[in-house]
């Protein structure tokens, strides 16, 4: 069956450094990987999106890369800040377009302390 | 413009009742979906709505049914709760025929969190 992974156990890193989360899927090859942040008792908020064909996206402080032949994605925040605590989430689109659903990864939570 | 919206926000069922939850997508959009997060997981895709009809649905069974509206809102019924069902229940809307054009995303709401006890 097609699986989205992400590290269970909780990130913890001091204020200042970069956070890298990881996303692994397998038995599907996904156009594209988005990446969501959900704080707690919230609904989750888009982040970016990566193509297959793109190898790296950037936002500000954020940074998505995209192997397709290792079936990964990685997240990067740079100059992680207390305010960047949060679930982080990776998904894809099965199906096409706008239509299909979204298949989540279990989530990665990340505390970045002061 | 608001955002997705959801109701109630919280909601305290006995297992066996029956539960209808409410949402209003995104101003624009006409496609709303619904996900079911249970506490330390990723939301887990119930359905999708577009022109008043299902059009997709996730491995759930049909204990969950729902309905859309001609105003693009939704609601999601269960039925015959059981404590498994105790999770955060989301909306999401988005655009259908935006797809080869947009960045694809889905703007989710607040959440319901329903307890069955």
């Known amino acids: 069956s097609q699986k989205i992974e992400q590290n269970s156990e909780a990130l913890n890193i001091q204020e200042g450094k970069t956070a890298t989360l990881t996303c692994n899927y397998t038995?599907?090859?996904?156009?594209?990987l988005q990446w969501y942040r959900q704080d707690p008792g919230r609904g989750p908020v888009f982040l970016l999106l990566?193509?297959?064909?793109?190898k790296e996206k950037r936002k500000e402080r954020l940074k998505v890369t995209f192997d397709t032949t290792l079936k990964q994605s990685l997240f990067h925040i740079t100059a992680s800040q207390p305010a960047d605590s949060a679930t982080y989430l990776c998904a894809y689109r099965r199906g096409s377009g706008n239509t299909g659903k979204l298949i989540f990864g279990q989530g990665t939570t990340l505390q970045v302390k002061p | 413009d608001a955002g997705v919206t959801q109701s109630p926000t919280h909601l305290i069922k006995t297992r066996g009742q029956q539960v209808t939850l409410r949402c209003s997508p995104k101003?624009?959009?006409?496609?709303v979906s619904w996900y079911q997060q249970a506490l330390g997981q990723g939301p887990q895709f119930i359905f999708q709505?577009?022109?008043?009809?299902?059009?997709q649905r996730g491995n759930f069974p049909d204990r969950f049914s729902g309905h859309q509206f001609p105003n693009y809102s939704s609601e999601l019924n269960v039925n015959a709760l059981l404590l498994g069902d105790s999770a955060l229940y989301l909306c999401a809307s988005s655009l259908a025929g935006s797809a080869q054009t947009s960045t694809d995303t889905q703007y989710f709401g607040p959440g319901t969190r329903l307890t069955v006890l």
């Open positions: 101003s624009g959009h006409d496609t």
């Open positions: 990566i193509r297959e064909n793109e």
């Open positions: 038995n599907y090859s996904p156009a594209y």
């Open positions: 709505y577009y022109e008043e009809e299902e059009r």
